[in-house]
């Protein structure tokens, strides 16, 4: 089992900056990636960007530029640093982890972190 707690969500004006935080416990070996995934009322969950065991990142196009996943091993913790924020990246962000080799096959995640982006 894994155990996935995130933090750092809030309400921030637009090209503002937040920083996400999900400190991972238990079986922390088996993990093969962590990501960041987000859903928006009304909207289907979408994956934002992963790191790899291997540090491999991939983000989705609508954030490149922008957003910068990283992980502190020592800390079990992976962030998602949020530049330039925009109204559209309003949703609730998930961290997740994958044990598997099957991309985008994540299998334990966290309670969510509100983020709210005013124009």
């Known amino acids: 089992q894994v155990q996935l707690v995130e933090s750092g969500g809030g309400l921030v004006q637009a090209g503002g900056s937040l920083r996400l935080s999900c400190a991972a416990s238990g079986s922390i070996s088996r993990v093969n990636a962590l990501a960041w995934y987000r859903q928006a009322p009304g909207r289907q969950r979408e994956l934002v960007a992963f790191?790899?065991?291997?540090?491999?990142?991939n983000y989705v196009d609508s954030v490149k530029g922008r957003f910068t996943i990283s992980r502190d091993n020592a800390k079990n913790t992976v962030y998602l640093q949020m530049n330039s924020l925009k109204p559209e990246d309003t949703a609730v962000y998930y961290c997740a982890a994958r044990v598997t080799d099957i991309p985008q096959k994540y299998d334990y995640w966290g309670q969510g972190t509100q983020v709210t982006v005013s124009s």
């Open positions: 790191i790899t065991k291997g540090g491999s990142t």
